[in-house]
């Protein structure tokens, strides 16, 4: 009885923000059995996985949207959770930001008569693919930007790229969704012209 005072005066004392915590979006479960290599497991969130199809479709079919709904639910939850913290967040970031160098350079290589390296230029998120013919006063050329070839998509990754014996083309691999099935595009480096 003697305790009673001093638990209430501690619940009084607690910060209002632990009261008003928000609620983490709880997905359904709804087992599904996945057999392998002659073992059973029940997968409860099974219902999250998407096919292709549904991932490209637009406009989304219902289950399509009902996963949609519930990553924009724990996106929300995530927001409001580390709202407090926001103004930390934004100077963690800033500082990281700071201390790396934004405008920066490869080193150099030769490859079949020429030299080749990328750079990154301030305020820019993707490389710039340069080369240069192997002798006195060759002009540097920009022959892959990727910011150029990002434009409009959500996300970029350029895998690699191979330049052609003869020099005149170069073939390289773009991601622009983001599941790692890349696109093969070829460039005619003496016109510029996408092939």
Not at 31 to 59: I, V
Not at 77 to 96: C, G, Q
Not at 105 to 130: I, Q
Request: proline share 7%.
């Amino acid at each position: 009885m003697r305790a009673l005072p001093f638990i209430l005066i501690l619940a009084a004392c607690r910060p209002a923000t632990t009261m008003e915590r928000p609620v983490p979006p709880r997905p359904d479960k709804e087992p599904h059995l996945l057999s392998l290599h002659g073992h059973d497991r029940t997968d409860p969130y099974f219902w999250m996985r998407l096919s292709e199809e549904q991932r490209d479709a637009d406009p989304p079919d219902a289950h399509t949207q009902r996963v949609i709904d519930h990553l924009n639910a724990e996106n929300a939850y995530a927001e409001a959770v580390l709202a407090p913290v926001k103004d930390l967040r934004d100077s963690l970031y800033a500082e990281m930001r700071g201390r790396i160098k934004e405008t920066d350079m490869s080193v150099p290589y030769r490859e079949n008569g020429y030299w080749y390296h990328h750079r990154f230029e301030e305020g820019k998120e993707y490389a710039v693919h340069v080369r240069r013919e192997d002798r006195e006063g060759a002009p540097e050329v920009d022959f892959l930007d990727e910011n150029k070839l990002s434009e409009g998509h959500a996300y970029f990754d350029l895998a690699d790229f191979e330049v052609s014996p003869g020099n005149g083309l170069v073939c390289y691999s773009v991601d622009t969704v983001g599941r790692r099935v890349y696109e093969l595009r070829f460039l005619d480096l003496r016109t510029g012209e996408e092939l």
